[in-house]
């Protein structure tokens, strides 16, 4: 993931504060407003290419007529499916503050992949955990937030 | 609008609810905001017949966005170094989530005042569905 320009709105984080159900009046003022701690993972509303924004014109991984646009059909398990179960799940994350984040500051962001390793599961059989770690900085170059996360890809459905 | 380094000492627990009887509109308000649209979190159809999940269910940066705020209640919200933590089990629709946030250690490191905080979410059967930590400025 690379976003080369993602603004700090005071819009946008009264709209993320409500979605979190904080309603601390800091984020309704744009004058007072900081960043909540887990706002950079909106970065994603920013990324050209992000997969999981459904794209004008192209077959959405979701549900219209049938229960996936990619699924081409339940019978044929096209390569969008997933239902003989298994997933990707956001198992960590972790972010450190090297200052707030207000409105007015503009962030770039990159990321690179940090390391992989597998754990027998008691409830999603064999399970594959990935490292990516994002650097957010700001328009001067300063690096503002580092995010690392870790996603796990299970054998099965967990649930 | 920080926290008095004088106020806290190690032990001190807060605790709070973040969220009684969790709506799938508030999973779609979380989609909007955070532009992740992973139909797994707010497409009952998908989750269920492609993805083959019981039905919708929260995104973990909800749950730990929702469990922020009981860690900015208590020190300020923009006084954080750091906030990680790990996705335990999933939250559903219909779950009453409760934050303790824990003061486990009150520092001083290169010129400022710091507290180390542990935070658990759990939901309405106890369960841990959050777990994780931060570290925090305070004031003088």
Known sequence: MTVERFPIEAGHILLFARAIGDPNPIYADPDTAVAPPTFVQASAQFDPDYSLRPKPGQPWMGSAKEPSQLAGGRDEGGSGGSRSGGTGLHAEQHYEYHRPLRPGDVLSATSRSGETWEREGKRGGKMTFSENIIEYRDQKGELVVTARSVGVRTGQVVA | ?140
Do not use: C, I
Not at chain 2, 38 to 62: C, I, K, T
């Open chain 2, 1 to 140: 609008m920080g926290l008095s380094a004088a106020k806290v000492k190690v032990g001190d627990t807060h605790e709070q609810v973040l969220v009684d009887d969790l709506t799938r509109t508030q999973l779609v308000m979380y989609a909007g905001a955070s532009g992740d649209y992973n139909p797994l979190h707010s497409d009952e159809l998908y989750a269920r017949e492609q993805a083959g999940y019981p039905g919708v269910f929260a995104h973990g940066m909800l749950t730990m966005g929702m469990t922020g705020r009981a860690v900015t209640d208590l020190v300020g919200a923009d006084r954080l170094k750091k906030y990680g933590g790990r996705f335990r089990v999933q939250v559903w629709p219909g779950d009453t989530l409760t934050a303790t946030v824990t003061v486990d250690a009150v520092r001083d490191e290169g010129g400022e005042h710091l507290v180390d905080l542990s935070v658990v979410t759990v939901n309405q059967k106890g369960e841990q569905v959050f777990t994780g930590n931060a570290t925090a400025l305070l004031d003088a």
